[in-house]
């Protein structure tokens, strides 16, 4: 799915501080779950992870037309258009509702069985510094529920905050994170790392092995 355009983003945000919170938290799960399958989720879905009952999903997708967020169609329930992503921490004003009163673990869903396996096949290729740049952008996203900064990842890494930003793009480059605009915090995480590999050491590697054409080691 594409992202916002700024004018998009700035409307979105707009309409996130005027919907409840599980309007709010329905919005999310349809982004997360539509980016990642390219439908819409059953209403059973949406209840069980926005914290409604079943009958009362079809009120709040009716809330998220009204604004604009979405599009239905009749005859199907799942016939759902996704007209404004929901937006990046990083565009939300500190006087705002920020997506960080939502569940972490609701912010970054775990992979889906076909993301699953493009992870693993992802984390074969990379070289091991962009492997611990990786991992720790995913636990900071899931405990802070947005991303860290520069100086942030660099502390997390151990090295210095401008060591970080080639294997940054390189993790752009392989489609594991996306970012929309040219602000620290703006990036999506389109992959999380492989769960089954979170508790892994790892391995030592040599100077230049951050990604192709990089000199840049953070072992």
Sequence with gaps: MKENTELQERLAVNAMARLPRVTRHMWLQL???????????SYRYLAGRS???????SAHLHRLEQEGIVKRFAGNRRAIRLLLRYPLPDSVPASSMLPMDLPAQSFLPENSPMGHARALLTHASLPVPTQRVWYHL???MEQYGIAPTYRELGEL?????CSVRLPIKYLQI???????YNRPRAIRLLLRYPEHLRDLPFPPCEDGDSGPGNSISFA
């Design 51 to 57: 914290g409604c009952s079943l009958g009362w999903v």
């Design 31 to 41: 982004d997360h779950y539509m980016d990642s399958r390219g439908i819409a989720p």
């Design 157 to 161: 890494c151990e090295r210095a905050p």
């Design 174 to 180: 392989v489609r594991v994170i996306q970012r929309a």
């Design 138 to 140: 995913d636990g900071f």
